[in-house]
């Protein structure tokens, strides 16, 4: 159960029931959150937590000669004498500015990658429990490396979080060797693996996996504690049993880095996690074909509203009348009002708001879940309610069983339990608020090595889908004569085809990188900054992609990247731009869409309309503005419902057990 913190929000955090460390759920009001939201703003705003990273990071340098001529066994055994002093927390802030100087000088040994004064500042303030904000480019994952090392030498089990297996696998492939110098084990959770492996990654000093397995791992332990007794009585079979049989997957919420941390704090923390068992039912396919075939027949405006902004379909009097008269002769649940009508409005989103190279994709004969996000497929996860059986329908595909909830829990719910939480991002100041106010997080920007070159070429707003891909072909050939290499960044598998298309159109080789093709995503991504190439990409190529530049590059002006359609959130579209323009190099951007795209259709249908028949000036960028700022306003309203919805289904279902 939750336990309160304080008065707004004062007082130490109290940990948690679970037989390892973790915090227990905070308890605020409403006069915290708003406190916190103000706060989290201004201070990520103001530059005196970056003065102080600097002063340290300065110290840090100070200590550099101490190490650089002392051999490795020596650097180990300096490292080795600091542990006591790191494991029992004493001696202030010296021991640690010492441990990041030693680990520093182990990364230029074994990696021949010595960390930049603002990446030590970056790495500072991760091992303090904050989240950064660094410009992409600027080399998030070697700044995690001290952070991760330094918290793993004080006895903490680590775990660095990103958003998909191939990053996590990545990461810990380029850092093994600095963490394997100091005699620190390194563990990496697959989504294939089996419950032994698993086990053996996380028994590892620092654990690299994505937020996905993270949390489903974690509902796994939930679930097993419920069924196995109490956190105490666990914790007593630790103290009599062998530890390599540890009843459990994780070791406690210690420590986590999270990279990307924009986008697993908030853009996925829209949807809670719930780890389902399958039911099998074989009535239930010709229960959803029967909802199929009375959706296809109701109308829009008569029978049904669609609400486009919020992704919601509602039954009118009519239409709730023909469901009604098309039910009299069915029978099982077409014979209660409620479910024959949560069931119609199930199948009409199938058929209006879900479609193939959308939403989804079809592979392999099942129902693939694109993150809108990322661009990649969520194999292993489906939507509730029926919904993902009638798109099975929809699409001909064989029917999988209805899924029954065994533990659910929200982002929010799950990250705020770490002892010490951090995060790394690209994009972040404008959310500082929002994660003071849920995660705790105070915010901090980090100043870039070298100035920024990339450059912004020009903003075009077309009338029609099919004039904004003329254009786009257009504009990446222009720019592949003149040796740049240009980067075509689309919302969907669907438009990624269609750019393909169109450069085809004017004999132009491409490389296409979406849901549907990710085999050869590091191979695609290396060569993305070679001259003469076009890659055409869905936000599968927007995060945690380094796109290196090849010989003459830099003096044809850099890789050219091509936005297709703005995204709901104008930090995604920061993502895609922040590709071009790394660490110093020449750039240039630009952004070509239509007024048919979904963001303007959807969340400022009226304007859009004006924009289309008028030329008012600076109408065009007012409309991407009000659009953006309407969805993200949504956006924000659906994460905080959430988290009111998981606290009030605590409350209620308190006396079952824990939902989780």
């Known amino acids: ?192 693996m089996d419950t032994a492996d698993r086990q053996r990654a996380y028994r590892a000093d620092v654990t690299f996996l994505s937020n996905n397995n993270l949390t489903f791992d974690y509902l796994r332990d939930r679930v097993g504690l419920r069924r196995g007794g109490s956190g105490s009585r666990l914790r007593a079979q630790a103290l009599t049993t062998d530890h390599g049989r540890q009843p459990l997957m994780l070791r406690g919420l210690a420590f986590a880095i999270v990279d990307e941390a924009d986008s697993v704090f908030v853009d996925e923390a829209r949807t809670p996690l719930i780890l389902s068992s399958t039911a099998d039912d074989p009535e239930l396919e010709r229960l959803y074909q029967q909802a199929l075939d009375l959706g296809r027949v109701l109308l829009e405006g008569r029978d049904f509203e669609l609400d486009s902004m919020r992704r919601m379909i509602t039954l009118t009097p009519a239409g709730k009348a023909i469901v009604a008269s098309a039910a009299a002769s069915l029978e099982g649940l077409w014979s209660i009002r409620k479910a024959r009508e949560e069931l119609v409005q199930q199948a009409l989103s199938a058929l209006h708001l879900f479609h193939s190279g959308h939403e989804y994709i079809v592979e392999d004969g099942e129902i693939r879940i694109v993150d809108e996000f990322t661009g990649r497929t969520m194999p292993d996860r489906s939507w509730q309610g029926g919904l993902h059986q009638i798109i099975e329908v929809k699409e001909g595909l064989a029917v999988t069983g209805r899924k029954e909830t065994l533990a659910r829990i929200t982002y929010q719910r799950f990250f705020r339990r770490y002892v010490r939480l951090s995060g790394m991002t690209g994009t972040g100041v404008e959310l500082s608020g929002e994660f003071l106010e849920t995660y705790g997080l105070g915010t901090v920007r980090i100043p870039t090595h070298r100035k920024r070159r990339r450059r912004h070429v020009s903003t075009r707003f077309c009338k029609t889908n099919s004039k904004r891909w003329s254009m786009v072909a257009q504009a990446a050939a222009s720019r592949h004569a003149a040796g740049q290499p240009v980067l075509i960044g689309t919302r969907s598998v669907e438009a990624s085809e269609e750019a393909a298309k169109a450069l085809s159109r004017l004999g132009l080789d491409v490389a296409v990188l979406n849901a549907r093709q990710t085999a050869d995503e590091a191979d695609v991504v290396a060569r993305a900054g070679q001259s003469g190439r076009i890659t055409v990409a869905t936000n599968i190529a927007g995060r945690g992609t380094d796109i290196s530049l090849g010989e003459g590059v830099r003096e044809a002006g850099g890789l050219h990247v091509i936005l297709t359609e703005f995204h709901e959130s104008a930090r995604i579209d920061r993502q895609l731009y922040g590709r071009s323009g790394r660490q110093g190099d020449p750039g240039t951007t630009q952004a070509i869409v239509s007024l048919e795209d979904d963001l303007f259709t959807r969340f400022a249908p009226r304007l859009t309309r004006l924009v289309r028949a008028t030329r008012v000036p600076g109408g065009a960028s007012l409309l991407r503005r009000l659009a953006q700022r309407r969805a993200e306003a949504e956006h924000a309203t659906t994460r905080r419902e959430q988290t009111a919805l998981d606290k009030k289904l605590e409350r209620a279902l308190a006396f079952a057990g824990a939902i989780e």
């Open 1 to 192: 159960m939750p336990e309160a913190a304080g008065l707004f929000g004062l007082g130490r955090s109290r940990l948690g029931t679970a037989p390892h460390p973790e915090l227990a759920d905070p308890v605020s009001n409403g006069v915290d959150r708003w406190l916190e939201r103000r706060v989290g703003a201004v201070t990520a705003r103001v530059p005196f937590r970056r003065w102080r990273l600097a002063r340290l990071a300065r110290r840090i340098d100070a200590m550099a000669p101490d190490y650089a001529d002392i051999d490795d066994e020596a650097l180990r055994a300096a490292a080795f004498a600091l542990r006591p002093r790191l494991l029992a927390r004493r001696g202030g802030i010296e021991p640690v500015l010492e441990a990041f100087a030693i680990v520093r000088e182990a990364s230029d040994r074994v990696l021949g990658k010595r960390q930049y004064r603002v990446q030590i500042m970056g790495a500072l303030a991760l091992y303090e429990g904050r989240l950064i904000e660094m410009a992409t480019g600027e080399g998030k994952t070697l700044t995690g490396l001290p952070a991760a090392t330094v918290a793993a030498l004080s006895g903490d089990p680590v775990h660095v979080v990103t958003v998909n297996d191939y990053l996590a696998g990545r990461d810990a492939d380029e850092l093994r060797g600095v963490f394997e110098f100091f005699g620190l084990t390194v563990g990496v959770i697959d989504s294939d």
